[in-house]
């Protein structure tokens, strides 16, 4: 129906310029993104004049494909345009970062479908009678956000992003009451960190990070400035790497203060259970693994007022 019609070709997946020499450069192509094929979007230039890139739902493209994509905003002196839509179904991805860690590279919109024109608001209301307003299904099909809390997620979002409004609050007065704890995650392999943390109270902060380090000694001399420092009252070591961090602090004369703990121990925190008698009919294991139970009492932290100071590194 277009008055222009006559200027393209049209095909099953692209309309482009039917004039000699624009083929490639006055063009659209709908390209279907694969995993298997992800060069498919490789090599979209058009130095010096216009590229726009449409991704439609965006939050189920693979990260991967995000990335070839981005090989193609190279060109200087280009105007270039990239637009993500979709449904913010997932709390990971690029689309996700599109409006969290990235958000100051975007320009992000968020639409409550409840202040549009064609929206069904009937069905709405009736979704927010049997789902609730501040439901996942509700947040993510009709108000436009990002649910609270993924599949398998322990700890929601909310919950993190209510820790780090409170820590931006939090005074000295608040917490310099409570006992100093540290605890250090010594680097395991590749590009892990060395991480030494400390709480107190409701407050906590990373001492320092390091990319993976065999000189405990080093490592081990930072610990016990800090450790003075901040007057730390006990600080705990993830038993793997860190049994030589251990020994170099006992050979300081701290030992008393540290402790070694097997984060990846299978031995956690047990629980008598007794019968109608008061008897005792049975010792079981509240978590699974040292992991769950240290994931579980962060969450339950969050929870009972805990701060954090979330890093966009």
Request: net charge neutral; hydrophobic share 35%; glycine share 8%.
């Amino acid at each position: 129906m277009c008055i222009t019609k006559p200027l393209f070709k049209w095909t099953a997946t692209s309309i482009y310029s039917v004039q000699d020499g624009h083929e490639k450069t006055w063009r659209i192509d709908a390209i279907p993104w694969s995993m298997d094929r992800p060069e498919a979007f490789a090599g979209l230039h058009n130095k010096g004049k216009r590229i726009i890139v449409v991704y439609d739902e965006a939050s189920a493209i693979d990260d991967k494909i995000w990335e070839v994509t981005e090989g193609a905003m190279t060109d200087t002196d280009t105007e270039i345009i990239w637009l993500a839509f979709g449904n913010p179904t997932r709390l990971q991805g690029k689309f996700h970062d599109c409006f969290t860690t990235k958000r100051h590279r975007w320009n992000g919109k968020q639409i409550d479908s409840r202040t549009t024109k064609m929206a069904n608001k009937v069905l709405f209301k009736q979704w927010e009678e049997d789902y609730g307003e501040d439901s996942d299904f509700f947040k993510v099909r009709v108000r436009g956000q990002f649910p609270s809390s993924g599949d398998l997620q322990l700890i929601s979002s909310e919950l993190v992003t209510e820790a780090t409004k409170r820590y931006k609050n939090l005074r000295p007065e608040n917490y310099n009451f409570a006992p100093v704890i540290f605890g250090v995650d010594p680097a395991w392999e590749g590009d892990d960190l060395l991480v030494a943390y400390m709480r107190q109270g409701n407050y906590s902060k990373v001492l320092f990070s390091m990319k993976k380090n065999s000189n405990d000694m080093e490592v081990a001399g930072k610990l016990a400035d800090l450790q003075d420092q901040y007057n730390m009252l006990a600080g705990n070591i993830d038993l793997g790497y860190g049994q030589g961090i251990y020994s170099a602090l006992k050979t300081m004369g701290r030992g008393d203060k540290w402790s070694l703990i097997a984060f990846g121990s299978t031995k956690t925190e047990l629980i008598n259970v007794f019968d109608d008698q008061g008897k005792n009919k049975d010792t079981i294991s509240v978590y699974e693994n040292k992991r769950a139970e240290m994931w579980y009492k962060l969450r339950d932290w969050l929870k009972e007022g805990g701060c954090v100071k979330i890093s966009q590194k």
